[in-house]
């Protein structure tokens, strides 16, 4: 029973585990800029100044964001697949 209560946090774990990978890859300078852009914006897409929007995509680029996903996705594969019970 605990199991099956801890199997989707174990999932999220290994995915914010695989996300954070990838983050730390990016230069300082870059996660300083990404993160004062999403300070300023609040988190809001709406909020973004056209400048801000150029600087994002080129750090997405960086960040080689379809191998960010491809971790991400694996990561909750494998979870579900080592956590599930029949």
Same mark, same amino acid.
């Given at each position: 029973?605990? !199991?099956?209560? !801890?199997? %989707?946090? !174990?999932?999220?774990?290994?995915?914010?585990?695989? +996300?954070?990978?990838?983050?730390?890859?990016?230069?300082?300078?870059?996660?300083?800029?990404?993160?004062?852009?999403?300070?300023?914006?609040? +988190?809001? %897409?709406?909020?973004?100044?056209?400048?801000?929007?150029?600087?994002?995509?080129? !750090?997405?680029?960086?960040?080689?964001?379809?191998?960010?996903?491809?971790?991400? +996705?694996?990561?909750?594969?494998? +979870?579900?697949?080592?956590?599930?019970?029949?």
């Amino acid at each position: 029973m605990l !199991l099956r209560k !801890l199997a %989707p946090w !174990l999932i999220v774990f290994e995915v914010l585990r695989a +996300g954070r990978e990838h983050w730390n890859q990016l230069d300082p300078n870059d996660r300083r800029t990404a993160a004062d852009i999403m300070k300023r914006s609040k +988190g809001d %897409p709406r909020r973004l100044t056209p400048a801000d929007k150029v600087e994002l995509k080129a !750090l997405g680029r960086r960040m080689e964001i379809p191998k960010l996903a491809f971790s991400m +996705g694996t990561a909750a594969v494998m +979870g579900r697949r080592r956590h599930r019970r029949r």
